[in-house]
């Protein structure tokens, strides 16, 4: 049974920082790109970062660009996102999601998290 199990979501103040965790089963999560989306309260999920099957490859989306670094560890089967200098508009539900082979896009990715709400407060 194929899991993607977010955590370390929470409250922080703004400025303050966050990782968050994304643990993998159910499937092979070397084999995948991985990537990280977040949707906020009334507004579509949208795309955040994404990492590459080895890790040597990321894209991130432009407003979290030098605050947030994606990363995973293969051998543990988890997906990390390290998330620096909050803002309020950084406030949203964020959910880790497999790709087999390729990035992707919103539309087409193989499996979901069910999310982890981050919330910062100005």
């Known amino acids: 049974q194929v899991q993607l199990v977010e955590s370390g979501g929470g409250w922080v103040q703004a400025g303050g920082s966050l990782r968050l965790s994304c643990a993998a089963s159910?499937?092979?999560?070397?084999?995948?790109?991985m990537s990280w989306f977040r949707q906020a309260p009334g507004k579509e999920r949208d795309f955040v970062a994404a990492?590459?099957?080895?890790?040597?490859?990321?894209r991130y989306k432009d407003s979290v660009k030098g605050r947030f670094t994606i990363s995973r560890d293969n051998a543990k089967n988890t997906l990390y996102l390290q998330m620096s200098t909050l803002k309020p508009e950084d406030t949203a539900v964020y959910y880790c999601a497999a790709k087999s082979y390729s990035w992707g896009s919103i539309g087409d990715m193989n499996y979901w998290g069910k999310g982890t709400l981050v919330t910062v407060s100005s």
């Open positions: 990492i590459s099957q080895r890790g040597g490859l990321t």
């Open positions: 159910g499937f092979t999560f070397s084999s995948y790109y």
